[in-house]
DNA sequence: ACAAAATATTAGACATGCCTAATTTATTAT
DNA sequence: ATAATAAATTAGGCATGTCTAATATTTTGT
């Protein structure tokens, strides 16, 4: 059994792994520092909780480097990403939360712990496969969908991309997209990019045009359309 | 804000001052000892945190003679026993989970805290006005529906009444319950009532007899069926 | 290569919530 | 009315999770 806080710091070094994995090379290792800021305690009560967590074997710490997560460590932190992005799409899907709305309290639905409740609720939401800010959900044994995404500062003028994910689920930005009619699923067709600004110019298969800043377009995650 | 433990205490005082409220006259106390049991922990625990809520202004605690909810008490204890209602019906009515094991579940879903999650679910079920077991579910004003319902052993035979709750939702009796066809809501005609051990016999408006023991039918709340 | 800066850990403290054992107060039985 | 019993509180202790300040180690800049 796992404390709240335990679990909490269990998926701080996950998400931070991932981003590294994903930015570096593979196997980087996740800060303290980086830990205490993305859960809003101090880099000193991480240290404790790594301790902790590092005795329990759930993950591997070599002090003063940083710590990776072991076989168990993942599995649980996997478990509550699971139950995390559930939640989520129950809250958009079935109670009609905004997108943007959504993440406190998935933060505290996520600890609730009952196999038989969470996968009831895949169950009952369709089992899903991703949640509503295009992260994948992890199904029952903890496998996760891999897409080859990339930001769309990355893409080419003329190419057709479908919007995969948002990067920094970030309460203003899920505003701006809102407003801009922009959401996960739609294929865009890249217009131009201002070479000024790096701004660019998106229409929709529906031939909504929008335009995106360079900081916009750095957290939107796109793959290939299909055919 | 209160802690889960704070918010357990309030439910359980609040719980017990609605037994004796039923059992005994008006203005009864909750006692140490029972709420101990109720949450399972020691009486000194319990003071400790009676104390405390004390302070905080959500009970009146007289030493050695037992404690009430203040108002502001009251309506914590409210909300908590809402919100642990609606999850029930929401495990049983969305997800199939038997009446029987939505207990546990709903104690943990009560803690979270988001008056947009619990309106939201309340519309979601459709404004639900009793729980699987048949309990009263506050609404968001904390106002509960009062029914006069009394034991199954207090009617006499020939009665036509209706089954309104089950009073100690314990497992083995709501399986019990299960087995015999029995559930909230359901219509009976009080058919036999043996003396030699308070047993009676029970016909459904659909033609199914059953026969519960006194045991039984002390925890079946019934109401009068309105013609 | 070294000093300065950044990062991490340790030491020591505090709040919370729980426990056992000892003590106080209330209830009950004779 | 008093003694025995039950219930409640107090005293003292422990585990958890957090903090600040002091110290240790690594990284960075020149
Ligand atoms: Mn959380
Ligand atoms: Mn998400
Ligand atoms: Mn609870
Ligand atoms: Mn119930």
Known sequence: MLTRSEEDHLKAVYALLQHSD???????????KAIAERLSTKASSVTD????????????????YGVKLSAKGQA?????VRKHRLWET????????????????????EHVSSDKLTNSLEEYLGHPRFDPHGDPIPDRDGNVQVRSTRPLTRCVVGERVR???????????????????????MVYHVRSRQVFDGSIELRSKEGQEST?????????????VRP
Do not use: C
């Not at 994903?22 to 303290?32: I, L």
């Not at 809250?91 to 505290?108: K, M, P, S, T, Y």
């Not at 995106?212 to 290939?224: C, D, F, G």
């Open 163 to 185: 919007l995969a994910a948002v990067k920094g689920p970030n309460d203003a930005l899920l505003q701006l997209l809102d407003q801009k009619g922009i959401g996960i699923g």
């Open 49 to 64: 909780m790594l301790k902790k967590l590092a005795e329990k074997g759930l993950l591997k710490h070599v002090p003063y």
């Open 76 to 80: 649980a932190a996997l478990r509550l």
């Open 90 to 109: 129950f809250l958009v899907e079935r109670l009609g939360f905004g997108w943007n709305e959504v993440h406190e309290v998935a933060e505290q639905l």
């Open 212 to 224: 995106v800043s360079e900081q916009v377009a750095a957290q939107l995650l796109v793959e290939p």
């Open 22 to 32: 994903q930015e570096n090379g593979r196997n980087r290792t996740a800060s303290t």
